[in-house]
């Protein structure tokens, strides 16, 4: 009989501990100052390094700035990006042994005073994942790192409700195989998003209880919106971030009051909208004002909103979900589409 090696099971994960973003330089005032306008909070310092901390609910988000080390590392290769992501589990060393024995590569850095070992494996196109545990210390991660600096309060975002990451087609398997064979994750079915230049294949792996979900968008030809995002970053992972709140129509009033932008779109969307689902007319001039996109389905319903791209394709995506509702918007993501492909066009007229 063949033996196996015995190692740790599958991991739980309660969610995501923080996302970290590598910039410089006039970029990254320009997305601190993004991140202010959706009612982020700038709460601390990092003690050695030239990053910040913002936080609003249970979101995360580090800005680092530094000029050596892995951020600084992937600032060069791809400007602006989500350099480390940062997962929570019930044990950070079962997880790290569990990875090492499926075949991931470890990642370390040299340590500073007032720094935490926190087990770390290489992620997609050069980014880290580190998994935080409650062990050694690292359930006051945040404490010892940073010097706190502000509250925070927030215009009503809550948690990061999904991660969507954009590959090549042909990396799909290895990736939905790291979540899955790493952590407590299933994956759904294989969907093909329909983007005007080509099709673009979508597979979701998330917990049983949605607290970490990842969508996988794997782009084959460059010229779908996903395959410029890679083409364009040399192959970066996270192409936009959704985010969580209760109030869709509040907190985005709250956050465009604070110069945010939100994506426009076509008022055939509206049309189309009405003729699928008996939504009351008051909701979908409110819907069409904030440029609010819906969806439902047997479990429950689902209001989501795009903000325009930030530099280097990044953007973000505010969501509230209804009742039990299990999907991504995935009617919608055409629409979407192009919408931002609009955009780009006009961006890449020739000025006369």
Known sequence: S???PDFPRRSETTGLSFIEFASRGEEAQRLGAYLESMGFSKIGKHKNKA???????D????LNQEISGHAATQWNARGTTVCDIGIEVASARDTLERAAHLGNSSFNQPLEEDELDIPAVRGLSGSVIHFVGNENGMDRLWETEFSQTADHKGFGLRKIDHLAQTMSYDDMLSWSLFYTSLFEMKKSPMVDVFDPDGLVRSQVVETADGSLRVTL?????HRTLAGSFLAESFGASVQHLAIA???IFTTLEKMMEHGFDTLTMPSNYYDD?????????DLLDKMKRANVLYDQDDGGTFFQCYSKEFTG????EIVQRDGNYQGY??????FRIAAQKRIKSIKGMPKV
Do not use: E, H, K, M
């Open 329 to 334: 918007g995935a009617p919608n993501a055409p």
């Open 313 to 316: 394709g990044l953007f973000f």
């Open 59 to 62: 979101i995360r988000i580090v």
């Open 273 to 281: 909208l009405s003729a699928r689902f008996d939504l009351p007319t």
């Open 245 to 247: 709140c209760d109030d």
């Open 51 to 57: 990053a910040d901390l913002y936080q609003q609910g």
């Open 217 to 221: 968008n794997g782009a084959d030809t």
């Open 2 to 4: 063949l033996d196996l």
